[in-house]
């Protein structure tokens, strides 16, 4: 979209700028008359030492002035003018030299070597407020009427000849040009300054700078700044100098921001630095005190005029349209200066008119570019607008990408929870097949101990079944014997009662009888026979006693055991499984107190280790002899005597371990038997159950020496297995 | 034949055991028990045994290991292994390699171990009858050699007379080993009756 600048806006402010500017020239229409009756003749004063006294004596060196606006230029030297032509006029005509700029003005009629009346006028003499000075005409009109004048600014010199009443019209008119100047150029600065604070745009901050300095130039060449700092001499000498080049120090800011130079014509930032330094230069040559070179300087900067002018036209066309602004703006100015230039130069007719030209030009151009700042500020707005715009649309989309990702992820989401939930339950699946197979491997343990279990009680149990059995079938033939024998003797008993005559007979039969089944020895038998039954009955007994430990082999209810009677149980159960293949030394302790365990499983616990240790023997002892194993049971004492702890130590001097077997032993399926000789989990089904009853296992092994199982059972930790088994 | 005394050997490191196996066979055999296998050996070398009887699990010795020990000086003894749990593999390895007789288990049944007493009984006197009869046989065999020697040495020293003495002995000789032949006979038929 082309950005047009709103030309209906400009022709209003145009004519709005033409109307005033006949106003003020109105306003100005009482410019003197007679001025070329007035002749004047110039002498230089290099050293600026010549006194009054000794002028009539260089009249040789008089040169004469042409025109109505004589320049001298810029000069340090003193100039003395003498003034003629007036001879003749009214006496209340006064003369006016309408240069406020000018520094230092001495009017004095002389007549030859006699200096008859002086009077001063400019900064230079402190004089601020009369700006446009007036001198009486000599009463004596063959007197000389010279003027000293003195200034760091060009030496443009309008003398005119005016009555006295005009002067103060003219005062008049001027204060009211400068007041309506200042009135405008106030609006504008007020108007801007508000703008900058409301918007915050440096470009406007930057513009007020330059209404503000270009205000005071305009006050500085009518010598309205005098009012301000009139009273400091050196500001009254360089003030206009400094506000010069602090206006173009400013314009040249504005232009930078207000053109975007770095955007649309970077390489022209150098010359704007550039002229930026000549300004900067002339304000120091100033201070330094230098006025003649800082106006020069001054003057050079004004080179920037036709180079704004041709930066503005080229940022343009660049595409920075609020540049024909900036462009038609300086344009208009520049015109109006080069307009006080001719007119300085003398080529442009010296009117009331021509010398409103600058500030009427300076005026159009602060508000064109005060109107060119609203455009651009406005064109900002609207392209902010459109971006603002761009990006809601750009944050619409965003919004609706992000939605659908929302609702993509959402469903890749809920995917992957459905697959995860599908993997778990495969796992917990996967696990519960490990733990049935777990449990059928512990159940093998078990089944496997229950085996060796059943063997040794198979054996133990027929021994005492035997003579028990056999005892009673041979006791029942001695007794028939016995009852013979008795049967014999009765019968002859009963005869010799009677008195029958074979009564002698019969109980010679019943002796012999007696003698030959051996009577004595039938007694003897029958008792030892008898105690036999009671000694297998007794220990058949013994041995199901011991069996009642294992009789809960599953059982896990707690009880109160001796670990004494366990251990006996144990070693009986396994019988020789255990003592016909190994020497066992078993070792008690009395006194030891009793335990709360799972009786059942701490005996699976003692046959597994008791066994172990007969087999390490078997492997390396050939005689039954040389294999040992012994069997402890002690207590440990605390620091009060109580009993803290049960130990039961189980030594072999078996074959022993390495290192490596002794740390796995307790893992599940370790096993250093052949394959289908151990399931790989008696150890560990041992670990698990002293874990259990809170006890600690520990293994002290030597390869070639032998293997010390040791149990610590702590008395004073309160254990309940059955809620950790359960 | 059948009053011939039979004496038997019962070795079991349980005395109540012992004194059952007296209690119950006394009647029918000499028994004589022994509770230490180093003392049944030397039992064995001291008396005359017909049948040993052992048990199968003892501290430090086995039935089967203790039957092994004594089997080259007392090879005509029969051996009947008694046990109380069926460590079968043992007891099948000690029967195919001969070392026992009969397998008995316990609690034993009276009739049946008495039955297998007679029966190793049985077998020990034919190994012994054999073993006689083959010394007896030998015997003569070595006689007859000897005789048919001398009657080639007096053969070939000739002489008057040489050839009747010889042909009369020779006839005597062969009396004596037709008599031989036909005893040896009566007891191979005999042998066969028995089994």
């Not at chain 1, 070639?704 to 149990?711: N, P």
Request: aromatic share 8%.
């Amino acid at each position: 979209m082309v950005h047009c600048p709103p030309y209906g806006r400009v022709w209003a402010l145009t004519l709005s700028v033409f109307f005033g500017g006949l106003l003020l020239s109105g306003c100005s229409d009482v410019g003197p008359r007679n001025v070329d009756a007035l002749t004047l003749e110039v002498l230089h004063d290099p050293g600026g030492n010549l006194r009054a006294e000794e002028v009539h004596l260089r009249l040789a060196a008089l040169d004469t002035l042409e025109g109505e606006r004589p320049n001298l230029g810029s000069l340090t030297d003193a100039m003395w003018i003498r003034v003629s032509g007036w001879q003749g006029a009214p006496r209340q005509a006064r003369i006016i030299l309408d240069n406020p700029t000018l520094d230092s003005i001495e009017a004095m009629v002389i007549d030859g070597p006699r200096v008859l009346l002086r009077k001063q006028a400019g900064a230079a003499f402190g004089q601020v407020d009369d700006l446009i000075p007036t001198f009486s005409l000599p009463l004596n009109e063959s007197h000389d009427l010279w003027f000293r004048v003195r200034s760091a600014k060009p030496l443009v010199l309008p003398f005119s000849l005016t009555q006295e009443d005009r002067v103060a019209t003219l005062r008049e008119k001027r204060d009211l040009a400068v007041a309506l100047y200042t009135g405008i150029v106030l609006a504008i600065l007020i108007y801007n300054c508000f703008l900058a604070f409301s918007t915050g745009q440096q470009a406007y901050f930057s513009y007020t700078f330059v209404v503000l300095t270009v205000g005071l130039v305009q006050w500085g060449f009518n010598g309205y700044d005098r009012l301000i700092w009139g009273h400091i001499p050196w500001l009254a000498r360089n003030g206009l100098t400094m506000t010069g080049a602090a206006s173009g120090l400013a314009a040249l800011s504005f232009a930078r921001e207000f053109l975007e130079v770095r955007r649309y014509t970077p390489r022209w930032n150098r010359i704007i630095n550039v002229l930026l330094i000549v300004y900067s230069s002339a304000m120091v040559a100033a201070l330094l005190g230098f006025p003649i070179v800082a106006y020069n300087l001054v003057n050079l900067g004004a080179l920037s005029a036709p180079a704004m002018l041709a930066l503005s036209l080229i940022s343009w066309r660049k595409g920075n349209s609020p540049a024909l602004w900036f462009f038609v703006a300086w344009l208009i100015f520049i015109v109006a200066v080069t307009m006080q230039a001719l007119r300085d130069f003398g080529v442009l007719a010296s009117t009331p008119f021509t010398a409103l030209l600058l500030p009427l030009g300076t005026v159009i151009e602060m508000l064109l570019l005060s109107f060119a700042l609203g455009d651009r500020i406005n064109l900002l707005k609207r392209s902010s607008d459109t971006a603002n715009a761009k990006a809601l649309a750009a944050s619409l989309e965003n919004e609706r990408i992000v939605k659908q990702q929302n609702a993509e992820l959402e469903e890749r989401v809920a995917q992957r929870t459905e697959a995860l939930a599908a993997a778990n339950a495969d796992l917990s699946g996967a696990l519960d097949e490990l733990k049935g197979a777990q449990d059928q491997l512990i159940q093998t343990e078990k089944l496997a101990s229950l085996g060796q279990m059943t063997a040794g009680i198979a054996h133990e149990l027929n021994n005492p079944i035997n003579y028990v059995q056999s005892n009673a079938t041979s006791l029942r033939r001695d007794l028939e014997e016995l009852i013979e024998i008795v049967d014999a003797h009765s019968d002859a008993l009963a005869a010799l009662a009677e008195g029958a005559s074979g009564a002698a007979g019969l109980t010679d039969a019943a002796r012999e009888k007696a003698r030959k089944l051996d009577l004595g020895f039938l007694k003897e038998e029958s008792r030892q026979l008898i105690a036999g039954i009671l000694e297998g009955a007794d220990r058949t007994a013994r041995i199901v006693g011991g069996l009642r430990v294992f009789g809960r082999m599953d059982g896990d209810k707690p009880v109160e055991a001796s670990l004494s009677d366990l251990l006996e149980a144990s070693i009986t159960v396994l019988g020789d499984r255990a003592r016909s293949r190994a020497q066992i030394e078993v070792n008690l302790a009395e006194a030891v107190p009793p335990l709360y365990c799972q009786s059942g499983k701490l005996s699976q616990v003692f046959m597994n280790i008791i066994v172990n240790a007969v087999q390490a023997t078997e492997g390396r002892w050939e005689e039954i002899e040389d294999r040992k194993v012994s069997v402890e049971l002690d207590r440990v004492m605390d620091a009060h005597g109580k009993a803290s702890a049960i130990i039961v130590k189980v030594r072999d001097n078996g074959t022993g371990m390495d290192e490596e077997t002794r740390q796995r032993i307790f893992d599940p399926f370790y096993t250093t038997k052949e394959i289908g000789k151990g399931t790989g989990f008696g150890l560990s089904i041992v670990k698990g159950i002293l874990d259990d009853h809170g006890a600690t296992i520990r293994v002290e092994s030597r390869l070639g020496e032998g293997t010390a199982f040791i149990l610590t059972f702590p008395l004073d930790i309160v254990t309940n297995p059955n809620s950790e088994a359960a | 034949m059948a009053e011939d005394i039979i004496r038997v050997l019962y070795l079991d490191d349980e005395e109540p055991n012992l004194f059952s196996f007296k209690a119950a066979f006394r009647r029918d055999f000499e028994v004589h028990t022994c509770d230490e296998p180093h003392k049944a050996v030397r039992m064995l070398d001291e008396h005359e045994f017909h049948v040993v009887l052992s048990d199968q699990r003892m501290p430090r010795i086995s039935g089967v290991e203790f039957f092994e020990l004594i089997m080259p000086d007392h090879p005509d003894i029969s051996r009947v292994l008694v046990t109380g749990y069926a460590d079968t593999d043992a007891v099948v390895d000690a029967i195919n390699k001969g070392q026992v007789y009969r397998f008995v288990s316990k609690p034993w049944n009276e009739e049946e171990l008495r039955g297998v007493i007679k029966a190793a009984y049985a077998l020990n006197r034919s190994r012994v009858s054999s073993a006689l009869q083959g010394h007896q046989v030998l015997s003569a065999l070595d006689g007859f050699a000897e005789e048919l020697g001398r009657c080639a040495a007096d053969l070939a020293a000739g002489g008057d007379g040489a050839v009747e003495s010889v042909g009369a002995e020779l006839r005597n000789l062969q009396a004596r080993m037709v008599d031989e032949r036909t005893r040896y006979g009566k007891w191979m038929e005999e042998q066969k009756a028995k089994s």
